[in-house]
């Protein structure tokens, strides 16, 4: 999916090889951007190694796991800068709607599973069975059984 919407490498590796790889690609330097959805302690102090200096850590994700493996050196060494997000408006939400539905992202390799409004309980146990396999279920009030 990330190949099909523009990515010009992908890895797949363990995180100390996906370290050495980004390093790799990027000939020693590091990447420019890093952008985790994860929002780990681990997913933080790896993306750091990653970057370039000067780099850009964006975080959209939430966890309330403390991130005792990043100290204030790596910051301040690298002279890294860090975004955090913030829960979305209605006015996000709107922008979000309207761009999707005029079609200029192809959004369907984001979508698993579709259920009815009447199959929530099935598709809440779906992702219990297989949370590895699922990306998004989405319930549709519209559908019927």
Same mark, same amino acid.
């Given at each position: 999916?990330?190949?099909?919407?523009?990515?010009?490498?992908? @890895?797949?590796?363990? #995180?100390?090889?996906?370290?050495?790889? $980004?390093?790799?690609?990027?000939?020693?330097?590091?990447?420019?951007?890093? &952008?985790?959805? $994860?929002?780990?302690?681990?997913?933080? +102090? @790896?993306?750091?190694?990653?970057?370039?200096?000067?780099?850009?850590?964006?975080?959209?994700?939430? +966890? +309330?796991?403390?991130?005792?493996? #990043?100290?204030?050196?790596?910051?301040?060494? =690298?002279?890294?800068?860090?975004?955090?997000?913030?829960?979305?408006?209605?006015?996000? &939400?709107?922008?979000?709607?309207?761009? #999707?539905?005029?079609? =200029?992202?192809?959004?369907?390799?984001?979508?698993?599973?579709?259920?009815?409004?009447?199959? #929530?309980?099935?598709?809440?146990?779906?992702?219990?069975?297989?949370?590895?396999? &699922?990306?998004?279920i989405v319930i549709d009030s519209r559908a019927t059984d």
């Amino acid at each position: 999916m990330a190949s099909r919407m523009g990515a010009q490498y992908l @890895v797949a590796a363990s #995180v100390e090889a996906a370290v050495d790889e $980004v390093l790799r690609l990027t000939e020693g330097e590091g990447a420019e951007v890093i &952008i985790d959805t $994860v929002g780990g302690a681990d997913t933080l +102090s @790896v993306g750091i190694r990653m970057l370039r200096p000067g780099g850009r850590f964006c975080s959209y994700s939430a +966890s +309330s796991e403390p991130f005792a493996s #990043v100290s204030a050196f790596q910051l301040y060494h =690298k002279e890294i800068t860090v975004h955090g997000a913030r829960a979305m408006t209605p006015a996000d &939400i709107d922008e979000s709607i309207d761009l #999707v539905a005029s079609g =200029k992202f192809d959004l369907s390799g984001f979508v698993t599973m579709r259920y009815p409004l009447t199959g #929530v309980a099935a598709a809440f146990e779906e992702y219990e069975r297989n949370p590895d396999r &699922i990306l998004r279920i989405v319930i549709d009030s519209r559908a019927t059984d």
